[in-house]
T-cell receptor
């Protein structure tokens, strides 16, 4: 199974609705990245969280890190068609004596006008 | 403007014909890496480089080579491409190790098809 699970895998919402995407790690999180990707295109940085309880916002997107649960959530308020795309989380985890970055499989979001 | 530039963006090639995907960043970043992205498997790291002349294998290095002769460039070389290397490839860079809380910048991706 994946070391970094994203849920849901896909999501269809009506424009204006709120939504939440979760990213859960099986290992201790030292940091968590959120990116957005349009199909076949590059990854656009949204935000990075490092401390437990940290919460960051950018426009209508808010992300929070729960270190105890080894989980991060990404919340979009009043979704718009421009929010459509795939959201990827990347986790900075411990790997032996080193750290490594692992990635979730993504959550595909469609927003219906 | 901060950029990671990959070329080519799209390529169809034949099995066994050597190819190079170039990657260049204009941010004076020390850390660069290559990923491949496949459906159901997500992003997997191929190789990374901590600085000039320092490279190391990622999770899926077989069939690939890299070099880091200059700080800004990190080409990915497929000496003898095979169909299982058909994928979407991303180059990425950051100021130093991503574990330092550094923003990772990605290129726009290179679609490679090996027939």
């Amino acid at each position: 199974s994946q070391e970094l699970e994203q849920s849901p895998q896909s999501l269809i919402v009506q424009e204006g609705k709120n939504l939440t995407i979760n990213c859960t790690s099986s290992k201790t999180l030292y940091g968590l990245y959120w990116y957005k990707q349009k199909y076949g295109e590059g990854l656009i940085f949204l935000m990075m969280l490092q401390k437990g309880g940290e919460e960051k916002s950018h426009e209508k997107i808010t992300a929070k890190l729960d270190e105890k649960k080894q989980q991060s959530s990404l919340h979009i308020t009043a979704s718009q068609p421009s929010h459509a795309g795939t959201y990827l989380c990347g986790a900075d985890i411990s790997a032996g004596n080193n750290r490594k970055l692992i990635w979730g499989l993504g959550t595909s979001l469609a927003v219906n006008p | 403007e901060a950029q990671v530039t990959q070329n080519p963006r799209y390529l169809i090639t034949v099995t066994g014909k050597k190819l190079t995907v170039t990657c260049s960043q204009n941010m004076n970043h020390e850390y660069m890496s290559w990923y491949r992205q496949d459906p159901g498997l997500g992003l997997r790291q191929i190789y990374y480089s901590m600085n000039v002349e320092v490279t190391d294998k990622g999770d899926v290095p077989e069939g690939y080579k890299v070099s880091r002769k200059e700080k800004r460039n990190f080409p990915l070389i497929l000496e003898s491409p095979s169909p299982n290397q058909t994928s979407l490839y991303f180059c990425a860079s950051s100021l130093s190790l991503p574990s330092g809380g550094n923003t990772i910048y990605f290129g726009e991706g290179s679609w490679l098809t090996v027939v």
